[in-house]
C-alpha cells in the first residue's frame, strides 16, 4: 500500500522569502504521479503542482517547484517570493499511473504554512 | 463552465437523521470521487465512481451510501447520522487519462460542512 508523509505540522515564513515543504512516500510502483495541492480557508482544494514520475524533470509552475527525488521517494514544494495568498494547508498526494478510477488520490496529513507580513 | 459544485455547503444534523450530499460537475468527467476531510487525517476516499450507474467502495465506506444515475451527478447519503460523521465532505472528478495527460488531475468541489450532534 502506498503512504504520504509530510513531517512538517506547521511552517512559516516572511513575505518575500522561500519556503520548502517536505513529502516523502512510499510506494512499489515505478510509474505515478505526484501533486501539491493548496488548501486556503475557503476549504477549496486548488491544484498547485503535478509530477510524473517518468520525467526526470522537476516541474515548475511559476513561483512553484518542486524537487523529485525518485529513488529517495521525496518531492517536496518551493515557494519563492511568498506572498500572503500562499497562507493555506498544502497537500501532497500520491497517484498510480495504471488501474483507471481505482487511481485514487493518497494523501498526506498537510503542512499548514502561515506566510508573515 | 461552474466545474465541480457541492450542495448544501453546510449543515447540521441531529444524530439518527438521514440527509444527501449533492455533487455536480459539468466538464463530462466519468470519474467521481468522495472524500472526507478531518483534522490531522488528510482526506480519505468515501466511495468513488467509474461511470454512470457504477459505484465503488473507497478507504472509509461505513455508514455511507451512493449513487450516480446520471454521468454529471454522484450523491453521497447518510441513512442514520453519527457524531463520528462530523467532517468536511469533498467531491472530486477527472478523465479517465493517458499517459501523463493533465486528465488525470482530480478537480474538488469547494467542500460540504457537515456537524452532526
Known amino acids: 500500500a502506498q503512504t504520504v508523509t509530510q513531517s512538517q505540522p506547521e511552517m512559516s515564513v516572511q513575505e518575500a522569502e522561500t519556503v520548502t515543504l517536505s513529502c516523502t512516500y512510499d510506494t512499489s510502483e515505478n510509474n505515478y504521479y505526484l501533486f501539491w495541492y493548496k488548501q486556503p480557508p475557503s476549504r477549496q482544494m486548488i491544484l498547485v503542482i503535478r509530477q510524473e514520475a517518468y520525467k526526470q524533470q522537476n516541474a515548475t509552475e511559476n513561483r512553484f517547484s518542486v524537487n523529485f527525488q525518485k529513488a529517495a521517494k521525496s518531492f517536496s514544494l518551493k515557494i519563492s517570493d511568498s506572498q500572503l495568498g500562499d497562507t493555506a494547508m498544502y497537500f501532497c498526494a500520491f497517484m498510480k499511473h495504471y488501474g483507471g478510477a481505482t487511481n485514487k488520490l493518497i494523501f498526506g496529513t498537510g503542512t499548514l504554512l502561515a506566510v508573515q507580513p | 463552465n461552474a466545474g465541480v459544485t457541492q450542495t448544501p455547503k453546510f449543515r447540521v444534523l441531529k444524530t439518527g437523521q438521514s440527509m444527501t450530499l449533492l455533487c455536480a460537475q459539468d466538464m463530462n468527467h466519468e470519474y467521481m470521487y468522495w472524500y472526507r476531510q478531518d483534522p490531522g487525517m488528510g482526506l480519505r476516499l468515501i466511495h468513488y465512481s467509474v461511470g454512470e450507474g457504477t459505484t465503488a467502495k473507497g478507504e472509509v465506506p461505513d455508514g455511507y451510501n451512493v449513487s450516480r444515475l446520471k454521468k454529471q451527478n454522484f450523491l453521497l447519503g447518510l441513512e442514520s447520522a453519527a457524531p463520528s460523521q462530523t467532517s468536511v465532505y469533498f467531491c472530486?472528478?477527472?478523465?479517465?487519462?493517458?499517459?501523463?495527460?493533465?486528465?488525470?488531475?482530480?478537480?474538488f468541489g469547494p467542500g460540504t460542512r457537515l456537524l452532526v450532534l
Open positions: 472530486a472528478s477527472r478523465s479517465p487519462g493517458s499517459c501523463g495527460g493533465a486528465e488525470e488531475t482530480q478537480y
